[in-house]
């Protein structure tokens, strides 16, 4: 016998041992009921995606006498042989590989460049000291998190948000603008996390002042999508920061726009 059928005994014999709610659907596959309304066991390996977000995504399909435990990467699913074949069809739907995604960030969006001032002047938002990026790109896989700065030509990836949690925190303080991106398909749309630092414009004693937010949405793809819109369901990053307030006083407008690459 070979490991991989050891193994898959070995995963079965689990499910059987676990699964309390199984015992009334194997009874009752002795009676005399329909042959797609009979209990079944079933071991998925997923391939490609978060078995997590495979199980959330099946578990409102899911039969009210079935149950759906996890092994690794197996999904170990009891159902009947007819919600069984429905479940796996929407999983080969969803365990597709890893797509790669292009993801547009604008500083700038939808908002002039310009200031007015109280004596009616007109004040250029760019400084003249820093170099300005307001349009930038970067091409990922999904999952992986984006870091955006406006005063840098080059965005950063890495698969974890860690690192960026405490740079958005230092630009912050420093009054810089920048973001932390993660992106992944949800059908057609797309599931956004995501982390801001931004700058408000302040009065003559307090020139300007820092904001971030965390927040996440399911948005459409290929749109272009202003961030403060998110700005009630968001949570503070330092829970010493006041609330993040999107109002128009914002430098710049703040929007994210994602594409899947061919």
């Known amino acids: 016998m070979t490991f991989a059928n050891l193994q ?10 676990g699964l309390g709610l199984l015992a009334p659907m194997l009874q009752a596959q002795n009676s005399s009921i329909p042959a797609d309304q009979q209990a079944v066991i079933e071991i998925v390996r997923l391939q490609h995606r978060d078995p997590e ?22 999904l170990i699913i009891s159902t009947s ?3 069984l074949t429905e479940l796996e069809a929407l999983i080969d739907q969803l365990d597709v590989p ?11 969006y939808a908002a002039a460049n310009v200031q007015t001032a109280d004596d009616g002047s007109q004040l250029n938002t760019v400084s003249t000291q820093r170099q300005d990026y307001p349009v930038q790109n970067m091409r990922v896989t999904e999952g992986e ?14 698969p974890v948000f860690g690192p960026y949690g405490l740079q958005l925190q230092q ?21 956004l996390e995501f982390a801001a630092s931004m700058i408000q414009a302040g009065d003559s004693t307090d020139i300007e002042q820092g904001q971030s937010l965390r927040s996440s949405l399911v948005v459409d793809l290929n749109q272009w999508i202003p961030l403060q819109q998110t700005a009630d369901s968001s949570q503070n990053i330092n829970d010493s920061i006041g609330p993040f307030t999107a109002t128009t006083t914002l430098e710049g407008g703040l929007a994210i726009r994602i594409e899947v690459m061919p």
């Open 98 to 108: 890893l797509k790669q995604l292009l993801i547009r960030v604008d500083f700038n």
């Open 8 to 17: 898959r005994l070995a995963l079965r014999g689990a499910c059987l041992l």
């Open 171 to 191: 630009d912050m303080q420093r009054s810089e603008q920048s973001i932390a991106v993660k992106a992944e398909l949800r059908g057609e749309q797309v599931a």
């Open 53 to 74: 977000l495979i199980r959330n995504a099946i578990s409102p399909l899911l039969d009210d006498r079935g149950a759906i435990s996890q092994i690794d990467h197996n």
């Open 81 to 83: 042989r007819a919600n």
């Open 145 to 158: 998190y984006t870091y955006f700065n406006r005063y840098q030509d080059s965005p950063q990836i890495s």
